[in-house]
T-cell receptor
């Protein structure tokens, strides 16, 4: 299994600012993902962040808006840039183990005013 | 047609009932199947993981996979109010493929 922590757990931000979310895993994993979840909705994949390669973004998500760092096998950051109220959501870090089990962090609840 | 279909519910059952949650899928390449439980305002918690047809049991939870019918189920025995949550099915082809999620079924267990 993998235990994931995220910081911050929640934040309220002003329009036009940026927020960086940190994800820490208790074991080394190659595959790491960032998701967004709107209230009452299922999970939407933002990007895949495998260590040693550039992040791969899903349709509708761009690097300028959601830059990602993956400096090592246990850590990643997602930045939400130039925020607008439409970015209000829960942001989730996720990892996949070598056994193809996928675990999620507790999430970061972001509110943009 | 979506790759994974899941009844969104809500599903309300009395405490102690047996709950059956189901997903169907269309991609026969899926090999790994998971069920997540998600409480309100929390991240999804991996409940069950399986990669073969048949049943897998863990306490009050049983995951069932029928690859020939492209159908997976999660059974909860002796349901408790603490089981009230949204349950997501998920599946992967394998390797570096992304996970495909169902839309989630909201379950309420009435005391």
């Amino acid at each position: 299994s993998a235990v994931i922590s995220q910081k911050p757990s929640r934040d309220i931000c002003q329009r036009g600012t940026s927020l960086t979310i940190q994800c820490q895993v208790d074991s080394q994993v190659t595959m790491m993902f960032w998701y967004r979840q709107q209230p009452g909705q299922s999970l939407t994949l933002i990007a895949t962040a495998n260590q040693g390669s550039e992040a791969t973004y899903e349709s509708g998500f761009v690097i300028d808006k959601f830059p990602i760092s993956r400096p090592n096998l246990t850590f990643s950051t997602l930045t939400v840039s130039n925020m607008s109220p439409e970015d209000s959501s829960i942001y989730l870090c996720s990892v996949r183990t070598s056994a193809n089990e996928q675990f999620f962090g507790p999430g970061t609840r972001l509110t943009v005013l | 047609q979506k790759e994974v279909e899941q009844d969104p519910g809500p599903l309300s059952v009395p405490e102690g009932a047996i709950v059956s949650l189901n997903c169907t899928y269309s991609n026969s390449a899926f090999q790994y199947f998971m069920w997540y439980r998600q409480y309100s305002r929390k991240g999804p918690e991996l409940l069950m993981y399986t990669y073969s047809s048949g049943n897998k049991e863990d306490g009050r939870f049983t995951a069932q996979v029928d690859k020939s019918s492209k159908y997976i189920s999660l059974f909860i025995r002796d349901s408790q109010p603490s089981d009230s949550a949204t349950y997501l099915c998920a599946m992967i082809v394998g390797g570096y493929q992304k996970v495909t999620f169902g839309t989630g079924t909201k379950l309420q267990v009435i005391p």
